[in-house]
């Protein structure tokens, strides 16, 4: 089976008579689906590795096309962890009839939702207005029970626990130096910058990060997953080069993450895993439990490398969406979130057209342009959170595009659109 199609409940207060017709309809309509739905299938299956199950590969082999399918949903088979626990009972995300009638143009194309899913690499999609699901499906292969890579969706998550860490008085103020919480950072470049900095990845230090095996990334990459050599404290020390101040310009880094993730652990004194699970995980009344990638020494690689279910990535959006109010409880301030989720207006390089040539950039989060606020949770290959606070609306995409950066999340940004204004009607 390739897929999980949206669900859909129905009530009845009919005779017995009208039930049984009514059942006998629904079977009917089920078989049919189901017989189109085995005759669908995702893009590019052989090259993916379907005849060999979808394979895990390994540290060598974990990013090339053949693996990636295994790999997204399995990385705890490459690296140890640390396990993010759920509560014994989920929040419940009710099933709706009422699906959205989606159609969206990409290039010269008007398509629909099930165009996207059959010409884009997607592992999950699920889109939740409320608490409602109106749509999940799942393709390659893949389940409900899955735990799908985050990369650097994780980075969002990061700027949550620092949130939390701030209400709850184990970090002072995001003005702080990191080596305030992390001594072994002092007399570095990273040592002297600020958190805030840091969360904005306006650190001014300079870090090339453009995914060529060559760059800064590859250099960090290898001492996150490597059992001996430089270690990441190690590395992070060895940038020294700020061409710009701290907090004056944005350039994407995952070592600015690095570092927050080391100032977490040292300022909570529990491991990153443990928290999250405290005081998010388990107030939001997570579904499964998550993991998360550690190092050598024990830290979680604090700019990717979270393993979560589709529907627990959806519970996160629509905390988001919601403040960080979810369950009767504010579990993260509802400031910290708008902070994170807007650019301030004497933050000029951090807005939308200016960081990037489309997006903007809060604490960790990438910003939509717009006069309402939108924003969004990416990470490579295709791993992508949509939020809308104001309709609660988050789409999930969880995928397997070939090329760390491709091209092809600008259609996912054009289903989203297409999702919103849908949402509208």
Not at 89 to 101: E, G, R
Not at 173 to 201: C, F, H, K, N, W
Not at 223 to 252: C, E, I
């Amino acid at each position: 089976m390739r897929g999980i199609s949206h669900h859909s409940w129905c009530y009845s207060d009919l005779h017995q008579g009208r039930k049984t017709m009514h059942r006998s309809a629904a079977l009917l309509a089920t078989v049919l689906f189901l017989a189109a739905w085995a005759a669908s299938a995702a893009p590019q299956e052989e090259q993916y590795g379907r005849d060999e199950g979808y394979p895990v590969g390994d540290r060598a082999t974990a990013f090339q096309q053949r693996y990636l399918v295994g790999t997204f949903s399995n990385t705890e088979k490459l690296a140890p962890f640390h396990t993010v626990a759920a509560p014994p009972h989920a929040s419940p995300l009710l099933s709706t009839d009422a699906m959205f009638d989606i159609t969206y143009t990409h290039g010269d194309k008007r398509k629909t939702i099930e165009d996207y899913l059959a010409t884009n690499p997607v592992t999950g999609l699920l889109i939740l207005r409320d608490t409602r699901i109106a749509f999940e499906r799942y393709q390659y292969d893949r389940t409900a029970a899955h735990r799908f890579y985050s990369a650097s969706m994780a980075k969002t998550v990061t700027a949550l626990l620092i949130g939390i860490a701030l209400r709850n008085g184990k970090i002072r103020s995001v003005d702080d130096t990191a080596e305030t919480y992390v001594p072994d950072l002092r007399g570095s470049a990273y040592g002297a910058t600020p958190l805030r900095a840091l969360l904005q990845m306006s650190s001014g230090i300079r870090y090339v990060e453009q995914y060529n095996g060559a760059d800064d990334q590859a250099r960090l990459w290898r001492a996150m997953f490597a059992q001996d050599g430089p270690t990441v404290l190690d590395v992070l020390k060895s940038f020294s080069d700020r061409p710009w101040p701290p907090g004056t310009h944005f350039n994407y880094a995952g070592a600015d993450t690095m570092v927050l993730g080391l100032a977490l652990r040292a300022a909570t004194g529990q491991p990153l895993a443990t928290y999250l699970s405290e005081k998010i995980w388990q107030p939001m009344s997570a579904g499964a439990n998550a993991s998360w990638l550690i190092d050598r020494s024990g830290q979680e690689l604090s700019s990717c490398c979270l393993n979560v279910t589709l529907r627990d990535y959806g519970r996160l959006a629509l905390l988001m969406a919601n403040d960080g109010h979810a369950n009767g409880m504010q579990i993260v301030p509802a400031d910290w979130i708008r902070d994170m989720t807007t650019v301030p207006d004497d933050r000029a390089h951090l807005k939308p057209y200016v960081a990037t040539r489309s997006y903007g950039y809060g604490y960790q989060t990438w910003i939509l342009p717009g006069a309402e606020r939108q924003f969004a949770l990416l990470g490579v290959h295709g791993q992508a959170i949509y939020v809308h606070p104001r309709l609660k609306l988050a789409m999930v995409n969880t995928a397997v595009r070939p090329r760390p950066v491709d091209p092809g999340i600008f259609e996912t940004s054009a289903l989203w659109r297409a999702v919103a204004a849908a949402a509208e009607k």
